[in-house]
Structure formats: structure tokens, C-alpha cells
């Protein structure tokens, strides 16, 4: 992510990567109503690990110094980013869905 001033600015990055899953995520949950359209991060998130799995063992070839492995350990940092907010939206619209079906 970004190194540049330090520490602050990389958790800064993750955070809105986190909150953007986490809406665009929520957004899909409540206006969707096709389980597929709702799994649509799910997907993307599943494509990206395989993408950073393969990058890693250098099937696209191999960098200098290692470069490839580098761009996967960072990649497989912003996947996990991004799999906590899809888990987090996935939680919250659950907890909301229960909560609707007690109530009626």
C-alpha cells in the first residue's frame, strides 16, 4: 500500500478499502435480490486470491529479487482488508434480517 509517510497513511488506505467493501457490499445485500448479484464481492474477492496465489508461486514468471512474491504478500494484504468488510456487511445485514423476521 503506501509506505510514503509512514504507519498512519497505509492504515488510512486499508480503512477506506474496508469501508468501501463493507458498503458496496451492504448496498448489494439490501437491493438484490438474486443470491448471485449479492455474492458479486464474494467472487471478486475468491478471483483475487487465486490471482495472488498464482502470482506468488510465479506462474506469470519470475521478478528480480523476488518482486513477484512482494506484490502477492502486499495484494494478500488488501484481500484480507477486503474480506473483513465483506464479512462485516454480510454480519450486520444477517443481525438486521433476523431482527425483521422477530419483529413480524
Do not use: E, H
Not at 448496498?27 to 448471485?36: D, F, N, V
Not at 487465486?50 to 502486499?74: E, W
Amino acid at each position: 500500500m503506501i509506505f510514503v509517510d509512514g504507519y498512519y497513511k497505509t492504515m488510512i488506505v486499508l480503512g477506506a478499502i474496508d469501508i468501501l467493501i463493507f458498503a458496496v457490499q451492504l448496498l448489494l445485500c439490501y437491493k438484490s435480490k438474486r443470491t448471485a448479484i449479492k455474492l458479486i464481492p464474494a467472487y471478486i474477492i475468491i478471483f483475487l486470491v487465486l490471482f495472488a496465489t498464482a502470482l506468488y508461486v510465479g506462474a506469470f514468471g519470475t521478478g528480480s529479487f523476488g518482486a513477484n512474491q512482494i506484490l502477492a504478500k502486499i495484494l494478500a494484504i488488501g484481500i484480507g482488508v477486503a474480506l473483513i468488510g465483506d464479512v462485516i456487511a454480510w454480519i450486520v445485514y444477517g443481525i438486521i434480517i433476523k431482527k425483521a423476521r422477530i419483529i413480524k
